[in-house]
């Protein structure tokens, strides 16, 4: 910046201008005869990007998409022509793989795309082909056919031309000319009509946050006292040659964390030449960062209807559920989350199994916790005093998830007490019932501990 008189000149190090978050639209581009998926027909390729800007979106993501086809597909009871149409017996894939692919589909872009192939003869599916939602574009509507899309796959849509483009029919039933068609499967959006839309996307501004704030700290580093410390050198304002140059040995001299912390010589004739030397307070922006990068990470979990972040492998600390809470939060879930992302995949394949006969349905496996359900100290009491039999007992115990000889020596043998007369209950000891609640209170809090650490193991080896 110069003003008018040309006496004051200011220069930033390294310094760089971002530009405006993508936003989603959908226009028809006649000079290409598609339409365009974002305003720059790139924006598939920003959602992408942004699992490598933000390590707690992606973590989400990657989980979401394992619960959701990870399992796989559930062959109990299926018959042997549902088994094979399963094995995708002329495809590289099999469609529990296709379905892992399509479930992360699914979470990054609201949608995916499968390539379906039918015999010579049109009346059966041969083969099922994934298809990348990021190198697919849809055709310009046909006036004369709105209804009826095309779609054109290109795997470099930076460097679009049309001689590396292929064009597929639409999946149909009917107009089955050429038997190599596209089926694209989107999630039901408001105002979107022709592409898929992540329902992340509300709080995009949130997950490019939390890349900026790992990256200020990284520069910070890198940079040494680039944007935190303002130098001022008094007298005549040089020619701009001149100001590049000391701008070039300033940052050779001092860039770099290796450089960081080090002392800066400067000479001058006189006082009133001497070089005015400001450090600005990056420390405390330091601060305000770590406590911003709190509600961000808040705000991501918000976009994904994450629950409970220990799912994720994402720490809250002074928390630690207990594996009730895991429990709990996961049935949640995938009732809530994850059955009707799965209700989608398993409709699309049903759709496609019906073509060929097959009449049983197609469902995919849900993920449960290896864990067991925590029986609480009150609770534990409750059925060792209760006005039932040993043997009722035992079994509750057994239920519970203690083992048979667990119980027996809790409860006794479990065989029925000879009848007697009814006597008077003794006082109970209050200092023994107190021990007793400590240390079963201690064999619980260790136990539960250790489930947890195991649980998050487990979830963190699967992203």
């Known amino acids: 910046m110069e003003d008018k008189n040309n006496k004051f000149k200011v220069r930033l190090i390294n310094h760089q201008m971002s530009g405006d978050v993508p936003q989603y639209s959908e226009k028809v581009n006649k000079t290409k005869g598609l339409v365009s998926y974002g305003d720059d027909n790139l924006y598939p390729d920003f959602l992408l990007g942004?699992?490598?800007?933000?390590?707690?979106?992606?973590?989400?993501?990657?989980?979401?998409?394992?619960?959701?086809?990870?399992?796989?597909?559930?062959?109990?009871?299926?018959?042997?022509?549902?088994?094979?149409?399963?094995?995708?017996?002329?495809?590289?894939?099999?469609?529990?793989?296709?379905?892992?692919?399509?479930?992360?589909?699914?979470?990054?872009?609201?949608?995916?795309a499968l390539n379906i192939i039918w015999t010579k003869d049109r009346t059966r599916i041969a083969e099922i082909n994934y298809i990348n939602p990021q190198t697919l574009r849809i055709k310009e509507p046909d006036p004369d056919s709105p209804t009826t899309q095309e779609y054109i796959?290109?795997?470099?849509?930076?460097?679009?031309?049309?001689?590396?483009?292929?064009?597929?029919?639409?999946?149909?039933?009917?107009?089955i000319k050429n038997p190599s068609q596209i089926l694209y499967v989107k999630e039901y959006q408001a105002g979107r009509y022709f592409y898929g839309e992540p329902s992340y996307v509300s709080n995009v501004k949130s997950i490019m946050c939390d890349y900026s704030i790992a990256n200020?700290?990284?520069?910070?580093?890198?940079?040494?006292?680039?944007?935190?410390?303002?130098?001022?050198?008094?007298?005549?304002?040089?020619?701009?040659?001149?100001?590049?140059?000391?701008?070039?040995?300033l940052d050779q001299q001092f860039r770099g964390s290796n450089n960081a912390g080090g002392p800066m010589v400067t000479f001058s004739q006189t006082k009133d030449e001497a070089p005015i030397v400001t450090v600005m307070d990056s420390q405390k922006n330091g601060e305000n960062f770590i406590k911003l990068d709190e509600t961000i990470v808040s705000k991501i979990m918000t976009a994904h209807q994450v629950v409970s972040p220990n799912l994720f492998g994402i720490p809250t600390p002074g928390a630690l559920s207990s594996k009730n809470e895991m429990i709990q939060a996961m049935k949640l879930l995938q009732a809530q989350y994850i059955t009707p992302k799965q209700n989608l995949i398993e409709k699309t394949l049903n759709r496609l199994a019906r073509i060929n006969g097959i009449t049983e349905n197609i469902t995919l496996s849900k993920y449960e916790?290896?864990?067991?359900?925590?029986?609480?100290i009150a609770d534990l009491l409750s059925v060792l005093t209760a006005n039932i039999t040993p043997a009722q007992k035992m079994a509750v115990l057994v239920a519970a998830g203690y083992s048979e000889d667990e119980a027996?020596?809790?409860?006794?043998?479990?065989?029925?007490?000879?009848?007697?007369?009814?006597?008077?209950?003794?006082?109970?000891?209050?200092k023994a019932v107190k021990v007793a609640q400590r240390e079963a209170f201690l064999k619980f809090r260790d136990q539960e501990r250790d489930e947890v650490e195991k649980i998050r193991q487990k979830l963190n080896k699967e992203i």
């Not at 979106?57 to 149409?85: C, D, M, W, Y």
């Not at 890198?222 to 130098?231: C, D, P, Q, V």
């Open 50 to 112: 942004l699992l490598a800007r933000s390590s707690t979106h992606r973590a989400i993501v990657k989980t979401k998409s394992q619960l959701i086809g990870g399992n796989g597909i559930n062959k109990q009871g299926l018959s042997n022509e549902a088994l094979k149409f399963i094995s995708n017996p002329w495809n590289e894939y099999d469609l529990e793989e296709i379905v892992a692919r399509i479930s992360l589909d699914l979470e990054i872009y609201g949608a995916f």
């Open 408 to 430: 027996k020596s809790i409860v006794g043998d479990g065989k029925e007490p000879e009848p007697t007369a009814p006597l008077t209950p003794p006082a109970p000891d209050k």
């Open 369 to 376: 916790l290896d864990v067991e359900v925590d029986v609480s």
């Open 153 to 175: 796959i290109n795997k470099n849509w930076k460097k679009y031309e049309v001689k590396n483009s292929v064009v597929y029919p639409g999946f149909s039933r009917v107009n």
């Open 216 to 249: 200020y700290h990284y520069n910070n580093i890198e940079n040494g006292f680039a944007l935190s410390t303002l130098i001022n050198f008094v007298g005549n304002v040089p020619i701009d040659e001149e100001i590049d140059m000391e701008l070039a040995r």
